[in-house]
């Protein structure tokens, strides 16, 4: 079956540091990768979309100077949330995709928790 | 734009219950409709999907089925047991444009108690 893995589960970062995170897709080829940042105040926040051999479409309000985003094969993205504040707490997810059989399903990791003190 | 309206934000029931958590949606196109489940320190795990008017998404004793007349997804099940708490958020998504993301609701949180 379609497997993700996102790793670090969750990080504890100083108040204008950085957090990277990394997504694996297993069993599957991820053509597409969608980030997205759940808080209980927004739900599912898309930060941006990632497809490999095309451009990264980031969502409003996010930007890639901010949400650097790497998708180098169909198998791994990864994501750095730079100098990181209170406001981008919340739990970051890698929904993938592998477009073909399962049309437009994304399967999401376990997710990547961010907390900033 | 696009949205997903769930009406129950959370539902309490006893187990053997009957569970319906409504969902309606707007877009603009013809969109392909899913359902999927949060548990507590868990990623959201897909559940099922429909993609055209009529048709039934069903897995693990939970069906919906897409009704285009009425623009909605609604989640049923049965007989709900203890195990079912958790918290189902109902999406949709443009068919075939694999250049776009999902669009949640703000999800329906179920507790099942025994």
């Not at chain 1, 409003?60 to 100098?83: A, D, G």
């Not at chain 2, 285009?68 to 709900?80: D, E, M, N, P």
Request: hydrophobic residues 30%; neutral net charge.
């Amino acid at each position: 079956g379609a497997l993700v893995y996102q790793y670090p589960r969750r990080t504890i970062c100083k108040s204008g540091t950085s957090m990277r995170m990394e997504c694996q897709a297993v069993g599957f080829q991820a053509t597409s990768v969608a980030w997205y940042r759940q808080s209980p105040q927004k739900t599912f926040e898309l930060i941006a979309l990632s497809t490999v051999n095309s451009a990264i479409k980031y969502e409003q309000n996010f930007t890639q100077e901010k949400f650097p985003i790497s998708h180098p094969n169909l198998s791994f993205s990864s994501m750095t949330v730079l100098n990181a504040y209170l406001e981008d707490r919340g739990l970051y997810l890698c929904g993938a995709r592998e477009g073909t059989v399962s049309g437009n399903t994304l399967y999401f990791g376990e997710g990547s928790r961010l907390i900033v003190v | 734009g696009d949205s997903v309206t769930q009406t129950e934000g959370q539902v309490a029931l006893s187990e053997e219950d009957f569970l319906t958590i409504h969902c309606n949606y707007s877009a603009s196109g013809y969109p392909a409709l899913f359902w999927y489940v949060q548990y507590p320190g868990e990623g959201p795990q897909f559940l099922f999907r429909a993609s055209r008017d009529k048709e039934k998404g069903s897995s693990r004793g939970f069906e919906a089925t897409y009704d285009k007349g009425t623009t909605s997804f609604h989640l049923r099940k049965a007989s709900v047991q203890e195990s079912d708490s958790a918290v189902y958020y109902c999406a949709l998504g443009d068919h075939g444009n694999y250049a776009q993301g999902l669009t949640f609701g703000l999800g329906t949180r179920v507790s099942v108690f025994p």
